[in-house]
């Protein structure tokens, strides 16, 4: 169950930052390395909250993810970061 969670999450951040990749400047390749390491950072940070649902009885673990997911989904309502 946890597994496909984080599954899911992963792929909802992997497909935000589907882009062309071809920097066109150093402007573009510092900001290139960015989006690298955010996705970086996003992962480890799913992974841990994974980890800290393991050490929770299940439905409470179940809820937690649920909660961290409702949180860290996009909302029309949220700012983000126009994709290149």
């Given amino acids: 169950m946890l597994s496909n969670e984080l599954d899911e999450l992963s792929s909802h951040f992997?497909?935000?930052l589907k882009t062309d990749t071809?920097?066109?400047s150093d402007l573009d390749a510092v900001h290139l390395l960015q989006e690298n390491h955010?996705?970086?950072?996003?992962?480890a940070m799913?992974?841990?909250?994974?980890?800290?649902?393991?050490?929770?009885p299940p439905d409470?673990?179940?809820?937690f993810i649920a909660d961290v997911?409702?949180?860290l989904t996009p909302t029309?309502?949220?700012i983000?970061?126009?994709a290149r």
């Fill in 76 to 78: 029309p309502n949220r």
């Fill in 80 to 82: 983000t970061r126009p």
């Fill in 60 to 63: 409470v673990g179940r809820r």
């Fill in 69 to 71: 997911q409702t949180a």
């Fill in 46 to 56: 799913i992974a841990h909250v994974h980890e800290v649902a393991a050490l929770m």
């Fill in 38 to 43: 955010c996705t970086d950072c996003r992962l």
């Fill in 22 to 24: 071809t920097p066109k």
């Fill in 14 to 16: 992997l497909s935000q």
